[in-house]
């Protein structure tokens, strides 16, 4: 048996050990299943024996990365060791975290079975990759002043599991797989916009239970109107799932080439809007004119006097004024009418929070840990304000350093300032699709660091945490095409 005949049997091996394990895992899960959770685990497991015996490599890799993508918004999962807590409640096994193990096992399995000389199989930009490391290192840190160190733990698995996710977005191996992921981003969008439209003017859900729907929120702005929840499962969230996504629509609409996919992401940027707007999310709405107008000026800056571009920039303008004036009315309501103190009670509950920032500023109270000692460690009273002791600091920033201290808010700001402006110092190298790429996720990014001032954050939910990891892991994936086209265009010189 040759070297390479040797690789190939060592790695079908390894691919049937671990086919076997997860086959293992999922049995003895299953037996505590409902019915039809069980049911449907086993047509699963039966469609993807069919899909391995027929599928190529290639086939099973764009399978893997599309319902990774589709897996962030529709998030079927299973929570282990699960308790009712207002912060990371268990250990989240999913559709988006399986895809991605997938993709590992498929990578290493082709690059095993390449014949010859084999360049390394991961490759990384060190700060997108380091950024949240540190953090994850803070996490570990602040175990040293937290109540309850199993919380702690919880958040720190699930910052393993982004970490994965973010890393095997990084390498995507080319061109033709970033852009299916960041399609699948777009179906994605289009469906939560379609689920919360129908939620919007009929005030009942679909049904949609088992992905993470919940019942329509409605709220009086002078009249009572339905605040949609897709399947995110709360309305400020789901806009964080928006503002994150519409920027890169966008982008893309002006970067792609081909005129079919210019007009469905153009399409599925005009649908973000309609779908940010039924949120009633005020802190959604107001990131807009920054994040897009950060998309135009990058994307649009060298070809202002092109005719091409003023079309694009007066039909883009003619959709957004219909999309306001069809909305007018309700926006209107929603920026004049009473909160009823929703404004007014976070200014407390940030008062609070830094009073407890005062008490442990180094390494904080613990990851995980605010919402457990809030009310027993505010100093100042604001933490008893509005609904109960379960409300939670309006203000990430002030959450992150209230868990994790002074080290740990550095890290974490670290996180944000890679992930919003590592691609900047290239964007002029770039070419057009790359720049698309980098500036939407860049410009999606400060949308969340602006909004998450005065709101919990993306870290409330697995489906935006998985949304900003994997919009992470798309900076990296572009920032490595480059480098390595870069490489491979010296070594032909």
């Known amino acids: 048996m040759n070297h390479t005949q040797s690789h190939g049997a060592n790695s079908q091996i390894f691919l049937g050990l671990f086919l076997g394990l997860g086959a293992c895992i999922t049995a003895v899960l299953a037996a505590g299943f409902e019915i039809k959770l069980a049911i449907a685990v086993i047509l699963g497991l039966a469609f993807l024996v069919v899909v391995l015996h027929f599928s190529t490599y290639?086939?099973?890799v764009n399978l893997a990365i599309i319902f990774l993508a589709l897996g962030i918004p529709f998030n079927l999962d299973y929570n282990l060791l699960y308790r009712e807590y207002i912060g990371v409640t268990s250990v989240d096994i999913g559709v988006s975290f399986l895809c991605a193990l997938a993709l590992y096992v498929l990578f290493f399995y082709h690059h095993a079975t390449l014949p010859g000389r084999r360049e390394p199989l991961f490759h990384s930009s060190r700060a997108i990759l380091w950024a949240p490391l540190f953090y994850m290192v803070a996490g570990v840190?602040?175990?040293?002043?937290?109540?309850?160190?199993?919380?702690?733990?919880?958040?720190?698995?699930?910052?393993?599991?982004?970490?994965?996710?973010?890393?095997?977005?990084?390498?995507?191996?080319?061109?033709?797989?970033?852009?299916?992921?960041?399609f699948s981003l777009s179906v994605g969008l289009v469906l939560e916009t379609l689920i919360a439209l129908y939620q919007y003017y009929t005030g009942q859900s679909l049904g949609l239970d088992v992905f993470g729907e919940k019942a329509t929120i409605f709220q009086n702005i002078g009249s009572r109107v339905s605040r949609t929840t897709g399947t995110i499962g709360h309305s400020n969230i789901l806009a964080?799932?928006?503002?994150?996504?519409i920027p890169l629509m966008l982008s893309m609409s002006l970067a792609e080439e081909k005129g079919r996919l210019k007009l469905w992401y153009f399409m599925a940027f005009g649908l973000g809007l309609v779908g940010i707007l039924t949120t009633l999310s005020r802190g959604g709405w107001m990131t807009l004119p920054i994040?897009?107008?950060?998309?135009?000026?990058v994307m649009l800056r060298r070809r202002l006097a092109e005719r091409k571009t003023l079309v694009t920039l007066f039909v883009a303008s003619m959709a957004f004024a219909v999309t306001i004036s069809f909305m007018y009315p309700t926006i209107e309501r929603r920026l004049i009418h009473d909160d009823y103190g929703s404004a007014r009670s976070r200014i407390p509950l940030d008062k609070a929070a830094f009073s407890i920032v005062k008490q442990y500023p180094v390494f904080g109270v613990g990851l995980n840990n605010f919402a457990k000692i809030f009310q027993t460690y505010d100093q100042t009273g604001g933490s008893s304000v509005g609904r109960t002791a379960k409300i939670i600091v309006h203000n990430m920033y002030?959450?992150?350093?209230?868990?994790?201290?002074?080290?740990?808010?550095?890290?974490?700001l670290g996180i944000f300032a890679v992930a919003i402006?590592?691609?900047?110092?290239?964007?002029s190298k770039l070419e057009r699709w790359q720049r698309g790429v980098a500036i939407g996720v860049s410009a999606g990014l400060a949308a969340q660091f602006i909004h998450a001032m005065g709101d919990p954050g993306y870290r409330l939910l697995m489906n935006t945490s998985m949304l900003f990891y994997s919009l992470m892991g798309l900076t990296g994936a572009v920032l490595i095409m480059y480098k390595r086209g870069n490489h491979i265009a010296k070594d032909t010189m």
């Open 58 to 60: 290639r086939h099973l």
């Open 141 to 182: 840190l602040s175990i040293y002043n937290a109540v309850s160190r199993e919380l702690v733990i919880l958040e720190l698995v699930r910052l393993v599991t982004l970490f994965l996710i973010l890393f095997i977005v990084m390498n995507l191996q080319n061109r033709q797989q970033v852009s299916l992921f960041v």
């Open 240 to 245: 964080y799932y928006f503002e994150m996504l």
């Open 291 to 297: 994040s897009l107008g950060l998309v135009l000026v």
């Open 398 to 412: 002030l959450g992150v350093w209230a868990e994790v201290g002074t080290v740990g808010l550095i890290a974490f």
């Open 421 to 427: 402006f590592a691609p900047f110092g290239l964007l």
